[in-house]
Each structure stands twice: as structure tokens, then as C-alpha cells.
DNA sequence: GTGACAATTTGCGCTAGCGCAAAGAAGGAT
DNA sequence: ATCCTTCTTTGCGCTAGCGCAAATTGTCAC
């Protein structure tokens, strides 16, 4: 799938950006596709690309020496990550794995590239910044809700906020759904699937969501708000 | 205490500045002191200014709506700390509390004026960004240490980031000094006061530390390197 | 239709670490 | 020296949630 400067708007960091921009950027990058399970780049590889997912869905895992593992991040089509080696002044290594949550495809743009084009477009200074805060503010709320909250408001908050950045109108169901497993929704919120199983078999009973293999479908998206208050 | 060029040279952003732009910095920019206890910002409040710590310590705190707080991030001497009011698009709220920890003093630069000196210094750009990515790359650590370690060795790691960060060599003893009481570090951990505080004695009753009020004296760091391999 | 494999469910024992209480110690103000 | 406040220490009961096991279910390949 060829990948037009049109598409790139999408990608908020290039909101700014002409087109003349955009081509030369396309010109000097390269596609890339991945099966599900597989990694874009691994934790400790050199930074020598930033990446933008043009389509499927990709996590950013980071693990301990011990083999524990967290995703820090998920990504969604005309998103960028792993882009500090185009920022790091030294021999920048990703902090984190980059494995696709399912058949994925990425525009891989050499960080050294993208830099040149930083020193001269205030605008992708901006936007990459912009790009910055917003995970900033996105890892510290789940920082402080791990450190703070109930294994069953972690999880309530997880599927909210999936449901804005990945959820799908269920054709069967009055519902949004999300194509996630409970591993998947374990790593996102610091605990295990076993957790995570009890926790949606429980609102299932109660109504609030429907379930099936690698599914969740929100039914009552309120119920979940008030459980994530501690109040449910 | 008046601020010189050369001294905002010690703030990494500014590290390219030439000696007018750090002139023109300053002359935009005012001088703010606070006590111990006090605050620069409140979570929520309206974002416009960014802050460099002259002097003093400062914490950043995050509370969630039932008063909970995790410190975020602690501040040192010469670094720059909320800084989104220059870099959002939008009208930007700070996401943490600044209080400080002891005396301190800040220069507030207006964000807007930031912003407009952002347009024109690519490196001032790259500067705001490694700060950012350096930022990134230790609160992933600490989200990942919260979901994965025993706080024994959360307390290990943190107090081995506080001995490079903020660390004196102690005059008395033939360790590094921290001034932070058993509250600071459970906020830093995601713990409480209670258990830092058993953890701290067992480490003194092992000779691996000794301690005081409000004061921490690391003797035997190696020991808590091996703390957080968990193998101790 | 069957078999294999992965995902899910459910039960239960166990423990890390929290909450709370109570007492002691350190430091500063008078 | 004394008093007061804040910080620290220590004990102990309790529970959230993990670890592990075992069984079930769903899906895919043949």
C-alpha cells in the first residue's frame, strides 16, 4: 500500500506541514511490514528510524532483567513512535520493544533525516513536542493510577480509555467493541490475566460488558466511570 | 539572587544559547522565592509559565480526585520544569502540583515568550526535547518498576537515583548524604512512610545505610544495587 | 468432524504490604 | 531545661490480589 502525502496529514505531528514536505519525507523513507507478534525493533536496539504505523496496531513493552514485562504505550494507525533518535544529542537506544498487536505496516523514517528537517521546520518542532506532552501526561496518570488505585479501577480506566483510542460500534451488540485479549489488558494495567478474566467475567454477569476470545464489547460504558470513582 | 547568562548556561536547554538570548531570557523573565512547603503551581491551574530552580528543591506532585499523591518528579538546582504552557496548542493546564521541598527560588519565564523564541532556535527546540525524552525515559522506568518490582526494590532503585541526583558526600560518615524523609521517598515509590521506614532500619541494622531525621546516608551502595537485582 | 493449541475460567492457598495504633525520639522555640 | 510538634519506629491484624492448578471453551488446520 503506497502511502500518499495526503495520508500523512493524519499524522498530528505533520498537521503543519506542506506538501512539498510531505514528498520529500515519503521520498527518503521506507515501508515496512510486520505479522502479528512480530517487532519492529526491540528494547536496547539502535534509534536509527522513527517509525509512523499506517496500519494495524503495534505495543511498546518494557521489560526488567527478569523477563517482566509492561506496555508502556499502545500505538494506533497515523501514529508516531520511536522517535528519539531524531531528538537525543547522543547514541540514542529505544527504551522499549515495539511488537505488533496484530499483521501491521510501518513508514520507517531515518532519525538522522528527520532531524535535518527538525533544524529548519519550527513546525515539527512543534509538533513532535506537542506529540511529547501528550504521552507525558498520558504515562503519568497511569504512573499515579498504579500507584494509587484498585486492580478493578485500573482496568475499568484501561477499557475507557481503549474505547476512545480503539473501540469499533459493535454491528451485534449496542456496544463499542475492543479487540484486545486479557494479556493484553493485563500488560496495560500492571496485573495478570487471571485478574483481568475474574474482574470482566464479573461485569459480565453484571451487564456492563459482553465478552468472547480476544473481545470486549462495552455495553455500559457509566458503569465502568463509576467503578473507576470507587463507587460501584 | 540575581541570574546571569553564565549561569542559565548550566540549564541543558539552554547549553547553545548565545549570550543574548540568554539576555533577552532574563530580561523577560521574573524571580519567584517560596519557603519550604510552598507552591510555584497547582495541578489544574492555567500554564503560563515554565520554570527554571535557581535554587531550593522542588517536588511535582500529581493527586488523583481522592487526594492521593505520587510525586512525579523531583527538581534539582538549574533544571527547567513545566514547560507544556510554551508547547501546546491548546490552552494548557499543568498536570502536577510544584511544591518545594526546601527554600527555593525560580526564574518564571512566560510561556508565550518561550514560545516565540521556540520559533526561531532550532536549538532551543532540541534542547526542550532531550529534556522531554530524558523525562520519558525515567518515568517508563519507574512505571515499570511499580508494576513489577517488590517495593523493597523500588526503595533500593530510588534511593540509588537519589545519591546521583541530589547526593552529598557526607562529612561525618564515609557515605553519600540525601536529605529526604521517609515520606518523601514512599511519594517517590508509590508506598507509604511505614513501610520505607521498616525497610530503612533493617538496612541500617545490616550497616548498609545509616539515618536520621529527614536524612539518609548511603555507606554501602553496592548492597542496594543488589537489593534491586533481587538477590539480596 | 476431529484434534491440537491457545485463551479463558474458576478455585483456593498464600503473602506482601497496607492501615492503624501507640510509643519514642529529634529538633526547634521559648 | 522544658514543652510542643513532627517525624520515626515497631507491632499486629487484615485483605487485595497473585500464583498456580485444573478444567473448559473457542478457533483453526487438516
Redesign the pocket.
Known sequence: MNVSPKDLKQVVVFQQATDDDLQLILKNSITRSMEEGGFFFLQGDEATYLYILTSGQVKLMQSNPHGQQVNLRTIYPWEMFGALGAVRNDGATYPATAQTLEDSTVLAVPSLFLRSMLETRPYLSFGLMNLMTSYIQEIQSRYRELATE???QRVANALIRLVGQAGIKSEKEAGIELSF???DVAEMT??????V??L??DW?RKGIIK????KIIVLKPHDLVQITEGSA
Chains 1, 2 share one sequence.
Open positions: 484498585k486492580v478493578e485479549s486479557r494479556q500492571g496485573t495478570t490475566l487471571y485478574t478474566s475474574r470482566l467475567s459480565e465478552t468472547g476470545r480476544e
